[in-house]
């Protein structure tokens, strides 16, 4: 029998005073590095980032990162997680939390961290311990029936992106039924389509990034509402 991926074992992080956590999550290769190399690119002017990429076996995704100087060595950290790329972000997420807090200690001032899961099924959800919003990532050449499928990623994911739309028309993938189907699983959740061969920025993707910071800004400074004190 299968795990039971409703279950997270971790309460969400408390937010104030530390840097907003964003997981990227996906199928293998549907451009989950290329994506977060898109955002560092774009938001690193505006933004104190820092990324964690997750490899099974290799530090690869992290490599690629820093040979692309998306952002400066010290702010890339690689986790290898040495088996199921889900068990690293949602049930076992120890390595990943000392990975994003040493960045952090490093860093003071972080604004954002990323967290690129490794390339993983439908059901990959990162837990709550581990990342306050998450975008899942699907590529066109997948099949057009994959948000149809649906599946924890696709349906609960905070951002969907469907990557490769270049692709679409040489793989016979029809991105209207896509956006339909997506729509109809995500209950108003939103979805964007990227294409980061065309348009290597995201800028879609990175504004909804912007929002989400500047959501969690707001909020850290809105006053805690704790029990009123007794008289
Ligand atoms: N045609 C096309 N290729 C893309 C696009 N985005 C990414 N790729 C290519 O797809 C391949 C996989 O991209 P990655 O960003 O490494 O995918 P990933 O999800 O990080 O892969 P894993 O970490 O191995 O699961 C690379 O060769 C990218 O250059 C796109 O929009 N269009
Ligand atoms: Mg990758």
Redesign the pocket.
């Known amino acids: 029998m299968g795990a039971n991926h409703e279950h997270d074992p971790h309460d969400a992080a408390p937010a104030r005073g530390r840097a907003l956590r964003l997981g990227i999550g996906?199928p293998?290769?549907?451009?989950?590095?290329?994506l977060t190399a898109a955002l560092c690119r774009g938001l690193r002017d505006e933004l104190n980032l820092a990324v964690v990429t997750n490899d099974i076996y290799t530090t690869e995704?992290a490599d690629f990162l820093r040979r692309e100087a998306v952002l400066p060595d010290d702010r890339i950290t690689a986790v290898r997680t040495g088996a199921c790329p889900h068990t690293a972000i949602r049930d076992d997420i120890s390595a990943n939390l000392d990975a994003v807090e040493s960045l952090e200690a490093r860093h003071p001032g972080l604004d954002l961290v990323i967290v690129e899961s490794?390339?993983d099924n439908l059901t990959a959800l990162f837990s709550r311990g581990l990342a306050d919003r998450q975008i899942f990532?699907l590529d066109v050449a997948g099949g057009d029936d994959v948000p149809r499928k649906g599946g924890l990623g696709v349906a609960a994911a905070d951002l969907l992106v469907i990557?490769?739309t270049?692709?679409a028309a040489l793989v016979g993938s029809d991105l209207g039924l896509m956006g339909r189907d997506a729509a109809r699983v995500r209950d108003g959740r939103p979805v964007a389509f990227?294409?980061?061969?065309e348009r290597p920025d995201a800028p879609e993707v990175a504004g909804w990034v912007r929002g989400i910071v500047r959501e969690a800004r707001a909020s850290a400074h809105a006053p805690s509402h704790g029990p009123a004190a007794a008289s």
């Open positions: 996906g293998v290769g549907s451009g989950k590095t290329a995704d490794g390339g990532v990557n490769k270049d692709l990227t294409s980061l061969r």
